[in-house]
């Protein structure tokens, strides 16, 4: 009976238990590998919360235009920027069109952003 109960015991871990050292020879516990910074937690709903707000404004604020030269310039489709030369060739624009459509789109969004 007595082998029974410590074999359970044997598989439960505490979080505070030493597994190892790390390179300077502190202690490391199950606890600092597991735990989680509750700021990082914190930072990345936010940040995914104003990425949620940034798309929504777009959609609303922005001409077809300008939504297209923004998602291009910044990778919002594929994740690849292109220059405003690229996004000029494409559009078959100036380069300097592009950049004022920026710029006047940036600014709304800006607006936009603030205002919420």
């Known amino acids: 009976m007595t082998i029974r109960s410590t074999k359970k015991t044997k598989v439960e871990l505490s ?3 030493p597994i190892g050292m790390d390179k300077e020879g502190n202690e490391i516990n199950l606890l600092d590998i597991l735990g ?3 700021d990082e937690i ?3 709903v936010d940040l995914k919360l104003q990425i949620k707000k940034l798309y929504k404004a777009i959609n ?3 001409k077809d235009r300008e939504k297209v030269i923004i998602e291009l310039r910044y990778g919002l489709i594929d994740g690849s920027c292109k220059t405003q030369r690229e996004i000029a060739a494409m559009l078959g624009i100036s380069r300097s069109y592009v950049s004022r459509i920026e710029t006047r789109a940036l600014n ?3 607006k936009a952003l603030m205002n919420k």
């Open 60 to 62: 609303q604020v922005l």
């Open 15 to 17: 979080l505070h238990e």
């Open 108 to 110: 709304k969004l800006n």
């Open 42 to 44: 914190l930072d990345e």
């Open 36 to 38: 989680s910074d509750v």
